[in-house]
Nanobody
Framework: QLQASGGGLVQAGGSLRLSCLAS????????MGWFRQAPGKEREFVAA????????YSGNSVKGRFIISRNSAKNTVYLQMNSLKPDDTADYYC??????????????????????WGQGTLVTVSS
């Protein structure tokens, strides 16, 4: 089970940190990712982190602004979002992938790569 939190309303240029608590499995067995979906748009890959947190990969639209990380002691994955823009407004979803074939986060950019999904947490960025 994945429980996302931390969404809210923020002004453009501000920051937010999303959290996703995982339960019911061995956290370190999963590649973790964040996706987002804006109204009227398809779900978009945001970022992923490998099982051991030794590598991450971010989508082009957030590269250099968003940072994904994980804390295995807390079974939690984070998304630190900086320099937020109105275009970042969306529901943000965390997801977990068994990912037995690859360890690199680069290979986990598609929704079909993931086995479990949390509920969304809404981020609204005002201009």
């Amino acid at each position: 089970q994945l429980q996302a939190s931390g969404g809210g309303l923020v002004q453009a240029g501000g920051s937010l940190r999303l959290s996703c608590l995982a339960s019911g499995g061995t956290f370190s067995n999963y590649v973790m990712g964040w996706f987002r979906q804006a109204p009227g748009k398809e779900r978009e890959f945001v970022a992923a982190v490998s099982r051991s947190a030794d590598n991450t990969y971010s989508g082009n639209s957030v590269k250099g602004r968003f940072i994904i990380s994980r804390n295995s002691a807390k079974n939690t994955v984070y998304l630190q979002m900086n320099s937020l823009k109105p275009d970042d407004t969306a529901d943000y979803y965390c997801a977990a992938a068994r990912g037995q074939q690859y360890n690199s986060a680069y290979y986990y950019q598609q929704e079909d790569d993931y086995d479990y999904w949390g509920q969304g947490t809404l981020v609204t960025v005002s201009s």
